[in-house]
């Protein structure tokens, strides 16, 4: 009886096609997996954060934030941002193990990421790393007054998620815009810089990190806008609102006063355009809408005719 089977070379050449695909396709596979699994956290995330928020009374005045100027004093006394997680958060949020700024590692928090755009940073630890004009802001001649707040150190928590948190406070922000222009730095009361899987990696902006903004003491409005990879070229208002609905997936718009806010404090992280001016959604009347000032001006309303940039994001 004659057997009919494969030769050795013949199984070889197979494994080798077999293995040349996955080497190919498990990567990208893999990718999407990973993808669709941190935007699942990240909704999750903001959906407990924005309950939390809620529930506290007020977001302002929490620990103590002075500067010693006395001969020879070399540091500010700085509680704020760890009692408003000892003290606020934890009360309204499930937390396992809070940290403070010097041992932000010990939660989970990497030293060193990349940012949406590819650079890498060295995680910031404290309101001025993240972006100087949260603690000083230069702006005569307009009809707000210049905006000066002392630094404030970050802390940090872990969730039963198992999320890392960092939060990075001010203690005195302040209300709502106002209908001529607005100073966003001082409308902020917290910056939640998460990372969604602790040190595994990639630790990259727009994948396993991310962010979540409150705005306003109370009435309190929180957002995490994840910005579109690329920044459309200046359009009209109305062609503005067109790049982005055109998007790939259709999910992309302009975005609000609030989300605008988080993105012109996060700008660093998140863009490589780091001046200039994008527009919001909003409409201020039938000629008019809100823009943002990247360069560390203001929101404003702008003739809908001017061209500015195109930021477009989802949540």
Not at 181 to 201: A, E
Not at 283 to 292: I, K, N
Request: proline share 3%.
């Amino acid at each position: 009886m004659k057997r009919i089977a494969f030769t050795m070379a013949e199984i070889l050449l197979s494994l080798t096609i077999i293995g040349v695909v996955a080497a190919i396709t498990l990567p990208s596979l893999t990718g999407n997996i990973n993808e669709r699994t941190w935007n699942t956290q990240r909704k999750a995330l903001y959906a407990r954060f924005s309950q939390a928020i809620a529930l506290m009374p007020a977001l302002n005045g929490y620990g103590t934030l002075t500067e010693d100027s006395s001969a020879g004093a070399s540091d500010a006394v700085d509680t704020a941002a760890e009692t408003f997680v000892t003290e606020g958060l934890s009360k309204v949020l499930k937390i396992n193990n809070i940290c403070d700024s010097e041992h932000l590692a010990d939660c989970g928090i990497p030293t060193n990421i990349t940012t949406m755009h590819g650079v890498a940073s060295t995680f910031p630890t404290d309101n001025q790393s993240i972006n100087a004009m949260l603690v000083n802001g230069n702006w005569s001649g307009y009809s707000g007054t210049p905006y000066s707040a002392i630094n404030a150190k970050a802390a940090a928590f872990e969730t039963v998620n198992g999320e890392s948190v960092a939060i990075f406070y001010n203690q005195n922000c302040q209300a709502g815009m106002n209908e001529e222009t607005y100073f966003v730095q001082s409308k902020i009361c917290m910056i939640g810089f998460y990372d969604l899987n602790g040190n595994k990696g990639p630790n990259t902006v727009g994948k396993d990190l991310g962010f979540i903004v409150a705005l306003y003491p109370s009435d309190s409005v929180v957002v995490a806008p994840v910005p579109h990879t690329r920044l459309g070229d200046a359009l009209p208002f109305e062609d503005a609102k067109t790049y982005c609905k055109n998007l790939s997936d259709g999910e992309y718009r302009l975005p609000n006063l609030d989300e605008a806010a988080a993105l012109f404090v996060l700008k660093k992280y998140l863009a490589d355009y780091t001046s200039g001016n994008f527009w919001t959604g909003i409409s201020y009347d039938s000629t008019h809408a809100w823009g943002q000032g990247l360069g560390g001006d203001r929101g404003h309303q702008s003739l809908k005719t001017v061209a500015k940039r195109v930021w477009c994001v989802k949540r």
